[in-house]
């Protein structure tokens, strides 16, 4: 099973000229057996290429965020 989803983000901040209080992230998720780290972000791509054209790069920036 493969989730992707997009949306926009709003956060109490400062606006200066390194920060917005929003932006717009992609989260994406994978669930079966035998999958691996380079199956998700060879998904991602290959998404984000298909929605921003040939030629997207992608960061990705594994966390924990324990609500």
Known sequence: MVRIM???????AAVDA???PVFHQVEALVVDRGISMADL???VEIFLA???GP???A????SFFPF
Request: hydrophobic share 20%; net charge positive; proline share 4%.
């Open 50 to 52: 298909h929605l921003f």
């Open 59 to 62: 960061r990705f920036i594994p």
């Open 6 to 12: 997009t949306g926009r983000v709003d956060r109490k």
């Open 18 to 20: 390194t920060h917005s």
């Open 41 to 43: 972000k060879g998904t």
């Open 55 to 57: 030629g997207t790069k």
